[in-house]
T-cell receptor
């Protein structure tokens, strides 16, 4: 039961570097999400995707890009990392319909530090 | 646009006392509402959800929440706190149905339990 798999778990970047956070789910869910979690600010939605090939902005999309490569995978890219992007990033997929309680299934998170 | 406000970033109660965590929402359509819990160094776990059925929703670990449309509230309660309830709690709002939607989280309330 892999669920939602995120890589890497930890990453340190220098300002201006780029990187891609990978996320894959094996539950055949249509909807996928990227959040960042910062102390005192809860989880803030960066981007989400309703299905393969579609993406929509969330609350804090600036500085990020996403790709929904196929139904399983939803990646988040930082083109030019900034210290303000230091955070814990969570990928999630959403169950469809009452059987899964329509809840979010979360990955284990990526702790990103930008120096 | 959807939004969630959690009143009180930190709540402290004595073991055995009533737990009340407040959540107010804003939504232009009938909302789906969720409470999630995050234990230290763990991911988020769904406590309960409201999806336009019964207004009083029972969740796991003895928690329940009542949807009050007139007050745009979805407060979380538990009659008697246990030490194991110490965690961070997040209220979230989304839309239901087969199409994906933004799921927006509040800033969280950290619950501490005094012996």
């Amino acid at each position: 039961n892999a669920g939602v798999t995120q890589t890497p778990k930890f990453q340190v970047l220098k300002t201006g570097q780029s990187m891609t956070l990978q996320c894959a789910q094996d539950m055949n869910h249509n909807s996928m999400y990227w959040y960042r979690q910062d102390p005192g600010m809860g989880l803030r939605l960066i981007y989400y995707s309703a299905s393969e090939g579609t993406t929509d902005k969330g609350e804090v999309p600036n500085g990020y890009n996403v790709s929904r490569l196929n139904k399983r995978e939803f990646s988040l890219r930082l083109e030019s990392a900034a210290p303000s992007q230091t955070s814990v990033y969570f990928c999630a997929s959403r169950g469809d319909g009452p059987a899964t309680n329509e809840k979010l299934f979360f990955g284990s998170g990526t702790q990103l530090s930008v120096l | 646009a959807q939004s969630v406000t959690q009143l009180g970033s930190h709540v402290s109660v004595s073991e055995g006392a009533l737990v009340l965590l407040r959540c107010n929402y804003s939504s232009s359509v009938p909302p789906y509402l969720f409470w999630y819990v995050q234990y230290p160094n763990q991911g988020l776990q769904l406590l309960l959800k409201y999806t336009s059925a019964a207004t009083l929703v029972k969740g796991i670990n003895g928690f329940e929440a009542e949807f009050k449309k007139s007050e745009t509230s979805f407060h979380l309660t538990k009659p008697s706190a246990h030490m194991s309830d110490a965690a961070e709690y997040f209220c979230a709002v989304g839309k239901g149905g087969s199409s994906a939607s933004k799921i927006i989280f509040g800033s969280g309330t950290r619950l501490s339990i005094r012996p």
